[in-house]
């Protein structure tokens, strides 16, 4: 038995995606969760193209979006405008591909920039967006105005996980590891990269299996506690109910804790509520939070209500 891991991470399937992206001539929006791989996608479609259309990359971060125009900076003349910013910074970006990585980041000045770029069709704009996060209205209209179409990225299929785990691991996978991994990961790219480098999976001959045990790495349990974000102290008390004791009825919860505090967490998609029969059943929207939950530290931060 050896432990994982090769140091390159290849990129693998989303085939039709990559057309997608490759083929829209006025551009195109990817939506997806947190970790479903909308950059690298992107970063996968736009570059070592034949016809080698060298993109412009924005990338829209929190600390960018303090200063107006912030993400486009790096593309904009020093000298201030004299007239209208807008025109200005339009005027400014020549790229004939322009990718802009976590748009809805962007503040609301960069935001009405690209959508004047998409309206008056100067650049051919490829954008990414997290779904479950407000994105500027200016971002919005994009896809609601049918400005662009918008590709939603969905999690990999059980044997898109397994063409993964093959690829980066370099040898065949145990069907069951595979279905193991799909379910424990939820189909995330980012959880399947995160769970490999936990150790999860092993050598064993020529096959990569399941590790019955794995240790929760810092940064998976950076990655997944970023994903939950802060919390109340009410909205901590059902997550913990939940890690240790999922599904639970809406009913009891409701009684254990703060109703009120399972609706602010369904409406964060951090837990799902399903109905069953007649009762509602409450459980926590991805199994690897229950791992986090469970392994403790101090991982869900508090935030005032
Ligand atoms: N098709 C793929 N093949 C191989 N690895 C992938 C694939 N898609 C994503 N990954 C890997 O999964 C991880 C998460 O992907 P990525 O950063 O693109 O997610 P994202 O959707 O942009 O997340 P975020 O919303 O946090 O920006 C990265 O390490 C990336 O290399
Ligand atoms: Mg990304």
């Known amino acids: 038995m050896s432990t994982p891991y090769s140091s390159v991470w290849p990129f693998s399937g989303r085939v039709s995606e990559l057309a997608a992206i490759r083929s829209a001539e006025r551009g195109i929006v990817v939506a997806g969760p947190p970790g479903a791989g909308k950059s690298r996608l992107v970063a996968e479609a736009v570059n070592g193209q034949a016809d080698a259309r060298q993109p412009a990359w924005v990338r829209a971060t929190e600390a960018a979006a303090e200063l107006p125009l912030g993400a486009f900076a790096p593309l904009l003349p020093e000298e201030p405008p004299e007239g209208n910013p807008l025109g200005w910074a339009a005027a400014a970006i020549t790229a004939p591909l322009l990718v802009v990585d976590d748009a809805h980041l962007l503040d609301s000045a960069s935001a009405a920039l690209l959508h004047h770029l998409v309206t008056h069709r100067r650049t051919t704009v490829v954008a990414t967006v997290r779904t479950q996060t407000d994105a500027p209205d200016a971002v919005r209209a994009l896809w609601k105005d049918d400005l662009l179409p918008r590709l939603d990225l969905g999690p990999l299929t059980e044997t898109e996980t397994g063409e993964l785990l093959a690829r980066a691991l370099g040898g065949s996978v145990d069907p069951a590891a595979t279905a193991r991994m799909w379910r424990v990961s939820g189909g995330n790219a980012l959880y399947v990269r995160e769970l490999v480098l936990s150790g999860a999976m092993e050598r064993a001959g020529e096959v990569w299996r399941w590790r019955g045990t ?34 639970l009825g809406a009913d009891l919860l409701a009684r254990l804790s ?46 005032a209500r």
Request: proline share 4%; glycine share 8%.
């Open 258 to 303: 703060a109703e009120e505090a399972v609706e602010r967490l369904e409406d964060r998609q951090l837990v799902a509520v399903e109905q069953d029969g007649r009762r509602l059943r409450v459980r926590l929207a991805h199994p690897l939070y229950g791992e986090v939950i469970r392994s403790g530290c101090g991982v869900l931060r508090s935030r």
């Open 214 to 247: 794995w240790s929760m790495t810092p940064s998976l349990r950076d990655t997944i506690a970023s994903r939950i974000g802060r919390v109340t102290g009410d909205e901590r008390e059902v997550l913990e109910f939940l890690a240790y004791g999922e599904p």
